[in-house]
């Protein structure tokens, strides 16, 4: 954003990280202006909301990315996960991106003008299993976001659910890019450049699938196999009990260190 000249409000979690990308984006050639809130979405405070509700009250916020976002620590049975965890998602992939919007949309329906992306999952159009708090928190993002589109596009704001497979990233915890999974930098580029188009997604109203090689694995799926069918459903269940094995394995070798 800040590379299209937009100046920026950063909201997460951690106030040093936030305070050095604003430093960075604040300085140099290019520099724009920039604004930071800490803020941890897993605590649902009404404190951070109204904090947020100040900072943007007079901002014409003509962007808004919803990219906070939380999986399993690993692939878990769903009588499994813990209470906390599971809460977790909930808060952070749902209720956070509810609040924020309704925080910031209000303004963009005043001027008749404005962007709302909402990052989604491959998760949420493929029931998960071992993942299932996660996938049903990303089907819920799916089916509320093609519904404010319809609801915003006859008040000038535009709503774009951004539909994803692997990326690099500390939560995919794929750490090489190749033609499947690719870089953050990659990622976010095909995205940019395709706001306002629904190819590869399918049909879906208001949905992007954008980047290439996700676009083709959606679209293969969707086609010839269907997302809600059995096969792909096994298959997607046997892919993430490899995962856990392969986790539980290094969560046991990890503590054998430690002793």
């Known amino acids: 954003m800040a590379k299209r000249r937009f100046n920026v409000l950063l909201v997460s979690r ?3 990280k936030l305070d050095a990308l604003a430093a960075e984006l604040a300085s140099g050639k290019g520099a724009v202006k920039t604004k930071t809130l800490a803020m941890d979405f897993s605590r649902n405070d009404d404190a951070d909301y ?4 100040e900072l943007t009250r007079d901002l014409d916020v003509a962007v808004l990315i919803n990219n906070v976002g939380q999986s399993h620590a690993m692939p878990v049975p769903f009588l499994q996960t813990s209470r906390n965890e599971m809460e977790d998602i909930i808060s952070i992939n749902c209720l956070a991106t509810l609040r924020v919007t309704q925080t910031i949309a209000p303004g963009m329906v005043t001027r008749k003008r404005g962007l709302i992306m909402t990052m989604a999952s491959f998760g949420g159009i493929l029931p998960t299993p071992l993942l299932a708090t996660y996938s049903g928190s990303k089907a819920f993002l799916q089916q ?26 500390a939560m995919s915890k794929v750490r090489k890019a190749s033609a499947f999974v690719p870089t953050p930098k990659a990622f976010v580029e095909a995205a940019m450049d395709k706001i306002g188009r629904t190819g590869g997604a399918q049909g879906i109203a208001y949905t992007s699938t954008p980047y290439w090689s996700h676009a083709f694995i959606h679209w293969g799926i969707a086609t010839f196999a269907g ?3 059995k096969f792909v459903l096994t298959r997607n269940f046997d892919i993430h009990k490899q995962i856990r094995r392969r986790a539980l394995k290094k969560a046991d070798r990890d503590s054998k260190k430690v002793l």
């Not at 109204?50 to 509700?53: F, G, I, P």
């Open 14 to 16: 951690t106030a040093s």
């Open 50 to 53: 109204a904090r947020l509700t």
């Open 144 to 169: 509320w976001s093609t519904a404010l589109g319809a609801e915003l596009e006859p008040e000038g704001v535009t709503v774009q659910l951004v539909q994803s497979y692997l990326v690099t990233s």
């Open 227 to 229: 997302t809600m069918n």
